[in-house]
């Protein structure tokens, strides 16, 4: 087989993984809102009723809350936000009012 065949296979073989990351019109699947649920029951119940407002990351606000384990909460101007990893956390520190709007949004999207 040729090598450009070999990798055409190879991609057509890979594509439904790789397109399925990127699609948000599909439902959660019941395993991940498990995971996430589980993410979530980590943290104490105030932070927990807070994360479920929030829903999203801060700033990957593009992740959900919990997909990537127990969210990371930081204060920011005294006021709680939550993060979807420790990676993001430097980010929402450096422009504190974008971050406090970013949070204002998501929460009055999801109500």
Known sequence: MNNWRLAALLILSLSPLVSG????????????????KA?????????HKLAEEQKYCAVETEKRLGTMGKPIKVE?????????????VKRAQKNPDKTLATVKELKDHHE
């Open 39 to 47: 993410s979530l029951d980590e943290l104490d119940p105030d932070d």
């Open 21 to 36: 990351c990127a699609q948000n019109s599909s439902p959660p699947r019941p395993d991940k809102e498990a995971r996430i």
């Open 76 to 88: 920011i101007k005294d006021q709680p936000v939550f993060l979807c990893c420790e990676g993001c």
